[in-house]
């Protein structure tokens, strides 16, 4: 079975750009997550998806960031305008909706490197 | 409030030595569980173990154990006779039955040296 996919992989552009990440969730999760990895703050939860329909977004850091999940193999994170700020390893996540976020095992895509110069 | 601590930042040793990476939780659920991820070089989280607070039974996978210890806390990973391939950053987490998210430590570098 294949994992959760995400698109670009590395992805360098200037300030005040828009950036779009893009996630594909395992097959038959219901749980879909955005996270951002940075040294300074480690793995920080930024959005999550139940059925499509956003649940938590006390995450995202502010209104340059927006989350959307159309269907249930499909979900972007668009960041516009970028700083250099942004710059992180973006994941997404996901999950059976069985037992609920805090029970179900999360599992990771590969990660996006964003680089805003 | 839950938290996860992972007091070891880094941890360095040579090839074939056993080493235990440390994980403490603090929660007041009596129903919650822990995870492992690792995070080799390469970047991605991979998924190791899961295990919820009614199960004290430790695990063994090949050269991975965990040994879970309700009494204080913690939820500790060893491996045994270490290779290079266990290099990585890895990550232990909690999560809440209920919670909005997982909680995750700070995570603990691993170098294994040839």
């Known amino acids: 079975d294949a994992g959760v996919i995400q698109s670009p992989r590395h992805e360098v552009t200037e300030m005040g750009q828009e950036v779009t990440l893009r996630c594909k969730p395992i097959s038959g999760h219901d749980y879909l997550f955005w996270y951002r990895q940075t040294m300074m703050r480690g793995l920080e939860l930024l959005i999550y998806f139940n059925n499509n329909v956003p649940i938590d977004d006390s995450g995202m850091p502010e209104d340059r960031f927006s989350a959307k999940m159309p269907n249930a193999s499909f979900s972007t994170l668009k960041i516009q305008p970028s700083e250099p700020r942004d710059s992180a390893v973006y994941f997404c996540?996901?999950?059976?909706?069985?037992?609920?976020?805090?029970?179900?095992?999360?599992?990771f895509g590969p990660g996006t490197r964003l680089l805003v110069l | 409030a839950q938290k996860v601590t992972q007091a070891q930042t880094e941890i360095s040793v040579v090839e074939k030595e056993d080493v235990t990476l440390d994980c403490v939780y603090e929660t007041r659920d009596t129903t919650y569980y822990l995870f492992w991820y690792k995070q080799p070089p390469s970047g991605e989280l991979v998924f190791l173990i899961r295990?919820?607070?009614?199960?004290?039974q430790n695990e063994i996978s090949g050269r991975y154990s965990w040994n879970f210890q309700k009494s204080t806390s913690s939820f500790n990973f060893t491996i045994t006779a270490s290779q290079v391939v266990d290099s990585a950053v890895y990550f232990c987490a909690l999560g809440i039955q209920g919670a909005q998210k997982l909680v995750f430590g700070q995570g603990t570098r691993l170098t294994i040296n040839p």
């Open positions: 295990r919820n607070s009614f199960d004290e």
């Open positions: 996540a996901s999950s059976l909706t069985s037992g609920g976020v805090g029970q179900e095992t999360q599992y």
